[in-house]
C-alpha cells in the first residue's frame, strides 16, 4: 500500500485511520501541518476528492483544523473519535450532522425570564422538586412499578456514570451494531470493551445477544426505540424475545438508552426482566430540547441509584438546577409541549417522505421505523465511501455506515432527515439514484 510521511490508505476512511493513529502514537504532533491535498492524493494514488473528504472528517472529528490557504493542521484540542455533528460550511445540504431541527427548540433565555431563581447550595437534593412530579410521571411505561431517579448531563454521561459504578476497566458491553459514535467512544475511552451485536429492524437480534452474553459481556446496552444510525425500533415480539434471554442472565446490568422518548412515534416495549438485579433507563432530552441543555433523566433500581447519586452528589459533580429550572418550565408548557409534538410528527412525515422517494428510484432503505436517520445499505460491490464522496461532490453531505460499525460491514450510508424537505428528499434520491446507477459502479 502507498504510504507518504507515514499515512496510507486508498479510500478517505482508510487515511482518517492512520492520520488519528499517527497523532495517538505521536508520531504527528499538535500544530503539525498535513500535506497538501494535491501532494498526498498524487503519492497515495488516490483522487483529491478521497483526501479532502479524509481531511473534512478529521476536521469535524476535532482532530485537525483548517486554516484556509495555510493548509490543515493537527488540532491542539484532540478528541479519540468521531462524534455526531457536521459543519454546514461548503455543503448545500447538510445530512449528516444527527441534529434536531432548530425551528423546534425552544428558547431558553425566554424560559428563564419566567421564573424567579432561588440559589442552590451544597446539601440541597440533587433533583430538582418542581421536574420531580414530571419526572416520575415520564417514567411510568417503562414495566416497573419502584424506581428511583437521577439527573445527569446527557444520555452519555449517563452511561458514563452507569458503566463507571457498575464495571471496570476492560469489562466487555454488548452495543448495537451499527450504533450509536458517542456512546461507543465513551465506552471506549472508559477503557472498557464494546462488543458488536447485530441490528435488524426490530432491533438488536436475540441470537447474537445470547452469543454476547454467553461470552462473558458484564452489561448490555439497548436503543429501544429511534436506534441511531439504523432507525430500528423494537417490536412487543421482539423486546419479549430479548427480556427472555436476559432472565437467563440475572446480574447482568441493562441499560435502556431511551434518548428519542418524547419524540418518538412508536411504542415502549420493556427489555428488563422483573428478576435483574441491575437495571437502568434513560431519557435524554437533548433531542426534543436541544442538544446544548445537555440533560437526561436516570430511571433504576434502588442500588444503581445509590451509586449514581454518589457521583451526582451535592459539592461533587450534580446537574445544574438553573438548567433543571429550564428543563422542568419546557416540560410544563403547554406551548413548548404542542411544539415538541409538532416536531415528532414533523419529523416522521420528513423521514417517510425520504424513504418514499428512495424506493421509487430503486433503493431500499433499512429500518427508518423511527427517529431522524435514514440508513441506507448498498450491494457488496458497492463502497458506500465512495457513494459518500459522490454525493459530496452534487452537495450532500451524508456519513459513511462505517464510521457507526464495530465489526458489521453492511456497507451503507447514513441520512439525517430532520431538515429535510419532501422536495429536497427526491432530489436527493435523484441523486443517489444517479450514483448507485453509473456504468462504473
Not at 451494531?177 to 458517542?182: I, Q
Not at 450534580?318 to 415528532?344: D, F, M, P
Request: net charge neutral; with cysteine; glycine share 8%.
Amino acid at each position: 500500500m502507498a504510504k507518504y510521511n507515514g499515512i496510507h490508505g486508498s479510500t478517505a476512511g482508510e487515511i482518517v485511520e492512520s492520520i488519528r493513529e499517527l497523532v495517538i502514537s505521536q508520531e504527528m504532533l499538535p500544530g503539525q501541518k498535513l500535506p497538501t491535498v494535491r501532494l498526498l492524493a498524487e503519492n497515495l494514488g488516490v483522487n483529491r476528492n478521497t483526501v479532502n473528504l479524509a481531511y473534512q472528517r478529521l476536521v469535524s472529528m476535532g482532530m485537525a483544523i483548517t486554516n484556509g490557504r495555510l493548509g490543515t493542521v493537527i488540532s491542539t484540542a484532540i478528541t479519540q473519535g468521531e462524534q455526531e455533528g457536521y459543519s454546514d460550511a461548503e455543503v448545500r445540504v447538510n445530512l449528516a450532522s444527527g441534529n434536531p431541527d432548530p425551528a423546534f427548540l425552544p428558547d431558553p433565555v425566554r424560559l428563564m425570564a419566567s421564573f424567579r431563581y432561588e440559589p442552590v447550595l451544597y446539601g440541597h437534593s440533587t433533583l430538582d422538586p418542581t421536574l420531580r412530579s414530571w419526572a416520575e410521571n415520564s417514567f411510568s411505561n417503562i414495566g416497573k412499578s419502584e424506581f428511583r431517579i437521577v439527573a445527569c448531563n446527557g444520555a452519555v454521561d449517563a452511561i458514563e456514570r452507569l458503566t463507571a459504578a457498575h464495571l471496570v476497566r476492560g469489562d466487555r458491553i454488548a452495543v448495537e451494531d451499527p450504533g450509536y459514535l458517542g456512546s461507543v467512544n465513551a465506552l471506549r475511552l472508559a477503557g472498557l470493551v464494546p462488543v458488536g451485536v447485530e441490528v435488524d429492524d426490530a432491533g438488536m437480534l436475540p441470537a447474537a445477544l445470547r452469543l454476547a452474553l454467553q461470552k462473558g459481556v458484564k452489561a448490555v446496552l439497548i436503543t429501544p426505540r429511534a436506534q441511531n444510525p439504523t432507525g430500528a425500533a423494537l417490536t412487543k415480539a421482539r423486546a419479549d424475545e430479548l427480556k427472555a434471554i436476559l432472565r437467563e442472565f440475572p446480574d447482568i446490568l441493562v441499560i435502556v438508552d431511551d434518548h428519542f422518548s418524547l419524540l418518538s412515534g412508536c411504542n415502549y416495549y420493556n427489555v428488563i426482566p422483573a428478576g435483574n438485579k441491575r437495571w437502568a433507563v434513560i431519557r435524554s432530552l437533548s433531542k426534543p430540547l436541544g442538544p446544548d441543555l445537555r440533560f437526561a433523566l436516570t430511571a433504576s433500581d434502588d442500588y444503581t441509584y445509590e451509586l449514581l447519586s454518589a457521583r451526582l452528589a451535592p459539592g461533587t459533580s450534580w446537574v445544574s438546577h438553573l438548567i433543571q429550572r429550564v428543563v422542568a418550565e419546557c416540560v410544563n408548557s403547554t406551548e413548548v409541549q404542542e411544539s415538541v409534538a409538532e416536531a415528532g410528527s414533523t419529523y416522521k412525515i420528513r423521514r417517510d417522505a425520504l424513504c418514499s422517494a428512495l424506493r421509487k428510484v430503486g433503493l431500499v432503505p433499512s429500518g427508518a421505523r423511527d427517529g431522524f436517520n435514514v440508513w441506507i445499505p448498498f450491494a457488496a460491490d458497492m463502497d458506500a465511501e465512495d457513494v459518500a464522496l459522490k454525493l459530496l461532490q452534487k452537495g450532500w453531505l451524508v456519513r459513511a455506515g462505517k464510521d457507526f460499525e464495530l465489526k458489521q460491514k453492511t456497507n451503507a450510508i447514513r441520512v439525517t432527515a430532520a431538515r429535510l424537505t419532501p422536495e429536497d428528499a427526491a432530489h436527493f434520491s435523484h441523486d443517489l439514484a444517479e450514483i448507485v446507477n453509473a456504468p462504473d459502479q
